[in-house]
């Protein structure tokens, strides 16, 4: 049972106190446990990190150990919380959730007691995650928002290609330049309009809506580009062949800070490029990739890896394993391990403060053969 704590009665311990914070928009819900397990002190506060941290002062003075789920909030108030003093461990939210689940009612205060606990029992039982600096966030919010515009660029031009298709117009697509899909599109709305189809008042406005957000992706695109430029860390992960400034950046800000890996095959891993496994007795089943961690930044190096294998014309010993692999299991799973590979150099040379290395020598025309064989 909980002890009835006043507001100004602090409770003075050498010991360290383990505080769970289930953290919702309006409120958190705190719960303080000594080293026993006994519940010291729950309560509720304001999501703030400022409102958490006078809370916890005002009540209790000695270490405190804090813990609480990733979620939208969790790096605002982990870095505020951090300023004021607190140690504090952000916990995977999938892993929490199934210990928490064990619980009969799911309330926040029985999700804040099992947090408490979790952190009170130690590391063994915490899958405690990396949380991002403000700048790696920000650079996030960036990629994020040109992402988004990339999209919705895109479903426009589905959309225009897919209303003109029931009229037998068909756009010629591929990978051309925004002006361009547009003066195609007026080409095909003026010869609508000299068979009497009066399309070209109603799709206009698609068009103009395309054109601006193309030019917001392409002024995004400059602001990225000097970001990377000014970053030694980017200049080096550039040096990849197919790597431009958004892939770098990606990168840059999903891993945020190299030392937090052991081996450069685990960004592959944290990244979702691995295969997914199940082993059960005499059954070892490999599937799909496990698509984990940050979608963006998989997407970017896959595009990466397919500018490598069909774009890059200068031979590499990444390129030759690339298109070896591709003429053995397809293009679309050697694309994917491409990727996973371009994740392990970049790594590296982010750890290492290198560059990339083609290879011995330029490829003559007998390994060429070779590789494409």
Known sequence: MAMKVKPEEVIRHEEVYSVGLDVSQRSTSI???????????????????????????KRLEGPLKLGMETGSLAAWLYHGLRKMGFDIAVMDAVHAHRALSLKRHK?????AHGLAEMVRLGAEWMKIVHVKEQAAQELRVQLAARARLVKQRVDLENELCGLLKPFGFVVARGNVAPDTFRDRVVDVLAEAQDIGLHLKIVLMPLLDVHRLIAKHIAEADQRLEAVAQAEPVCRRLMSVPGVG?????????????????????????????????????????????????????????????????????????????GVRLAN???????KVAVARKLATVLYRIWRDQSEFRWGKAPMGPAALAAATS
């Open 31 to 57: 719960c303080v446990l000594d080293g026993s397990g006994a519940v010291v002190v729950e309560g509720q506060a304001k999501t703030n990190p400022f409102e958490i941290g006078r809370y916890l002062q």
């Open 107 to 111: 309330t926040d205060r029985n999700d």
């Open 245 to 321: 400034p958004v892939t770098a950046l990606s990168f840059r800000a999903a891993i945020d800070e190299p030392t937090r890996f052991k081996r450069a095959a685990d960004v592959g891993v944290y990244l979702g490029l691995t295969p997914r496994r199940f082993q059960s007795g005499e059954q070892d089943h490999h599937g799909r990739i496990s698509k984990r961690g940050d979608s963006v930044t998989r997407l970017h190096l896959v595009q990466a890896a397919t500018v490598l294998l069909v774009s890059v014309k200068r031979w590499s010993t990444l390129k030759a394993w």
């Open 328 to 334: 053995r299991i397809g293009f679309n799973k050697a």
